[in-house]
Nanobody, 124 residues
């Protein structure tokens, strides 16, 4: 069992930055691939970024490449999402999720545990 708690969301102007954190509790955090998803108002949940527990490699949605960077600190059981040059279309509830798969996948169905989400609002 893994519990996830996100933090760091808020209101920011376009062009600004935020860093989201996801703290995990439970066993074997280092053996979970971690994903970030977001759900804009009235839309489905979508993949943003993820990092594999096996290879350490990261993947990003095309819409955030070059602007968002994820990282993980296994010693702190925490993953981060650094978001730069934010745009109004980045407005959404952001979720972190854990998967026991060795690779990053983009389907929410592949993730076993979810946080409660944190709101990110980008004003124009």
């Amino acid at each position: 069992q893994v519990q996830l708690v996100e933090s760091g969301g808020g209101l920011v102007q376009a062009g600004g930055s935020l860093r989201l954190s996801c703290a995990a509790s439970g066993r074997a955090f280092s053996r979970y691939s971690m994903g970030w998803f977001r759900q804009p108002p009235g839309k489905e949940r979508e993949f943003v970024s993820g990092v594999s527990w096996y290879s350490g490699t990261s993947a990003y949605a095309d819409s955030v490449k070059g602007r968002f960077t994820n990282s993980r600190q296994n010693a702190k059981n925490t993953v981060y999402l650094q978001m730069n040059n934010l745009k109004p279309e980045d407005t959404a509830v952001y979720y972190c999720a854990a998967s026991n798969r060795p690779i990053v996948t983009t389907s929410p169905n592949d993730y076993d545990y979810w946080g409660q989400g944190t709101q990110v609002t980008v004003s124009s």
